[in-house]
């Protein structure tokens, strides 16, 4: 059975630092995996997607790493905002989709 | 519609009472996903849909829990004899197909079972 984990559980940075959230999962045997935001209360964004067969994704200030043999994805946020506040989900799709706890991120002004 | 809508947002009931939760997925979007959300917890697979049928249900606790999708795009959750542990906001995602494409997710229906 897939499971996934997130460290760390909660992270609260300064403005302007650059951070890595990591992820793991105990099956490499996925199709790819997601990146996802959710803001409190709301439903989930999705921000990047590697697919099984990629190594990484960027997209403007965020890039997603995926090292499918050690079952290991990191999201590197360069520059934070206070406005990058949020939960941050990986979700890895096998069979099905199996998400993370997630990491919950403040980055203050 | 512009994205996934759910109905209601919220929804408080008592414990063994029946309730529905409704999911609008985007026009076009044949795969629809039900999850479950507890509070600190990332979200829960219950079920999908390809089209009509459920092609994976294996997320489903038991069988208190069914869902339906009769013409290919809105979706009822159905929970029978409510429990406090059904409580949860219940998340409902679509794609344009299942595989590696994107999910778009809904705003949820937050479930609270007296």
């Known amino acids: 059975k897939q499971e996934v984990t997130q460290i760390p559980a909660a992270l609260s940075v300064p403005e302007g630092e650059n951070l890595v959230l990591n992820c793991s999962f105990t099956d490499s045997a996925i199709y790819n995996l997601q990146w996802f935001r959710q803001d409190p209360g709301k439903g989930l964004t999705s921000l990047l997607l590697?697919?099984?067969?990629?190594r990484e994704q960027t997209s403007g200030r965020l890039n997603a790493s995926l090292d499918k043999s050690s079952g290991r994805s990191t999201l590197y946020i360069a520059a934070s905002q206070p406005g990058d506040s949020a939960t941050y989900l990986c979700a890895v799709e096998g069979q099905n989709f199996v998400f993370g706890p997630g990491t919950r991120l403040s980055v203050l002004p | 519609g512009a994205g996934v809508s759910q109905t209601p947002s919220n929804k408080v009931t008592e414990k063994g009472k029946y309730v529905e939760l409704r999911c609008d997925p985007i026009?076009?979007?044949?795969?629809l996903y039900w999850y479950r959300q507890s509070l600190g917890q990332g979200p829960e697979f219950l079920i999908y849909f390809q089209g009509t049928g459920a092609a994976d249900d294996s997320g489903l606790p038991n069988d208190r829990f069914f869902a339906v999708r009769p013409e290919g795009s809105v979706s009822t959750l159905k929970i029978q004899r409510t429990e406090r542990g059904d409580s949860a906001v219940y998340l409902c995602?679509?794609?344009?197909?299942?595989?590696?494409?994107?999910?778009?997710f809904g705003p949820g229906t937050r479930l609270l079972v007296l």
């Open positions: 995602a679509s794609s344009p197909d299942r595989g590696l494409e994107t999910q778009y």
């Open positions: 026009s076009g979007h044949t795969a």
């Open positions: 590697i697919q099984s067969s990629q």
